[in-house]
Structures are given as structure tokens and as C-alpha cells.
């Protein structure tokens, strides 16, 4: 089946500063989307987007589907944005997520 | 248009006991995917449901699991004579169709003691 990567793992930044994450995906895809996990454990969609780009707010996120990868650009980052977020394919059989960057935002 | 609703949202079970988890999608929605996350993990797909059928169950344990979407009612995930390694967050997320975007509900979380 097809294979989902995150990267980094974990990110650590000041109240403030910008990040990019990073979604690598072995297969093409008909479906990618990006979500947050925050604290309390719920699922918040932020983007779908199985190519281009697309914008809201401070975040972006832009997926190049013939180089198989996706990222998510988060600028201006709040205490607020901490949790983790997950990327998720669907590659016609089922919808696969990544293992996640687990983000902390320090004030 | 509500979002896809889980109940309970916290569940405590002895083991040996059952557990029956119900998803109701959007409306509109006639996909239905569960998923399990272990504590500190990722999100790991069990099975995928279009009305009254099973369209993939290849992360679904062979034992002791069963799910099922029937033409009327919610969606449900049920885990027969529990066990401790059973505890997780089970979420489900509908779509009106396959390739199209997803939408989860808040989970539901499972204790085994």
C-alpha cells in the first residue's frame, strides 16, 4: 500500500516565527488532505488538496502531485497552533495518514 | 448541516465486555471510514463502509471486530469481549464520495479495565 512520510517529527518554535511541514507520499494520489489534532485529541480539517495551492489565513498549503509531496506553511505561528498535524492520502483503496509533526509554540 | 457525530465520546468497559461505537455522518455523506489511535500515536485506517456495505476492512483485527452501515441509522464499530489493548480513541470521518474531502467527528475514546 502505499507509504506516507511527515517531516520533522517535532518542531519547536517561538510564538512569532514561521514553519514548513512536509508530506512525501510513495504513489499517486486522488485525495491529500492536511489536519490538526489539537490537545483535546479533535480533528480539525485544514486543508484539501490533492494539487496546487491554497490559502486561509496564516496558512497555506501547496501539494505537488507529479513529485509526490505536500507542505504546510505556517506563519506567524500562535500557542494556539500546537498539537499535531497529520497529512492523509487516499490512493483509491483507503485514506492513509502520516505519522504526524507534533508542533509546540512557546509564548 | 451538523457535523459526523460520535457517541459516546468516552467509554470504560471491563474486559470480556462489548463495546459498540456509532457514527453518524453528514448528511449527505454515504462513506464511512473508522480509524484507531493508540496514545501518542498516528491514526491507523481499520475499515471503509458505503451504505450496507464493506468496502475495505484490511486494518480491521479479524477477531472480535465487526462494523457495519446499515440503510437506516448511524454507522457501528464493535469490538466484542474487550481487552486492555482495545483502549484507544476510535474516530470515524464520512465523504459523500470516495477522492472527495473527509470530515471526522471527535472520537470516541474506549478504556478497558
Known amino acids: 500500500g502505499i507509504q506516507v512520510e511527515q517531516s520533522p517529527p517535532d518542531l519547536i518554535l517561538q510564538e512569532g516565527a514561521n514553519s514548513t511541514l512536509r508530506c512525501n507520499f510513495s504513489?499517486?494520489?486522488?485525495?491529500l488532505q492536511w489536519f490538526h489534532q489539537n490537545p483535546w485529541g479533535q480533528l480539525i480539517n485544514l486543508f484539501y488538496?490533492?494539487?496546487g495551492t491554497k490559502q486561509n489565513g496564516r496558512l497555506s498549503a501547496t501539494t505537488v502531485a507529479t513529485e509526490r509531496y505536500s507542505l504546510l506553511y505556517i506563519s506567524s505561528s500562535q500557542t494556539t497552533d500546537s498539537g499535531v498535524y497529520f497529512c492523509a492520502v487516499e490512493d483509491g483503496q483507503n485514506f492513509v495518514f502520516g505519522p504526524g509533526t507534533r508542533l509546540s509554540v512557546l509564548p | 448541516n451538523a457535523g459526523v457525530m460520535q457517541n459516546p465520546r468516552h467509554l470504560v468497559r471491563r474486559r470480556g465486555q462489548e463495546a459498540r461505537l456509532r457514527c453518524s455522518p453528514m448528511?449527505?455523506?454515504?462513506?464511512v471510514y473508522w480509524y484507531r489511535q493508540l496514545p501518542e500515536e498516528g491514526l491507523k485506517f481499520m475499515v471503509y463502509?458505503?451504505?450496507?456495505?464493506?468496502?475495505?476492512e484490511s486494518g480491521m483485527p479479524k477477531e472480535r471486530f465487526s462494523a457495519e452501515f446499515p440503510k437506516e441509522g448511524p454507522s457501528i464499530l464493535r469490538i466484542q469481549q474487550v481487552v486492555r489493548g482495545d483502549s484507544a480513541a476510535y474516530f470515524c470521518?464520512?465523504?459523500?464520495?470516495?477522492?472527495?474531502?473527509?470530515?471526522f467527528g471527535q472520537g470516541t475514546r474506549l478504556t478497558v479495565v
Open positions: 504513489d499517486s494520489v486522488n485525495n
Open positions: 470521518a464520512s465523504s459523500p464520495s470516495r477522492a472527495n474531502e473527509a470530515f
Open positions: 448528511k449527505g455523506h454515504s462513506h
Open positions: 463502509l458505503q451504505k450496507e456495505n464493506i468496502i475495505d
Open positions: 488538496i490533492p494539487s
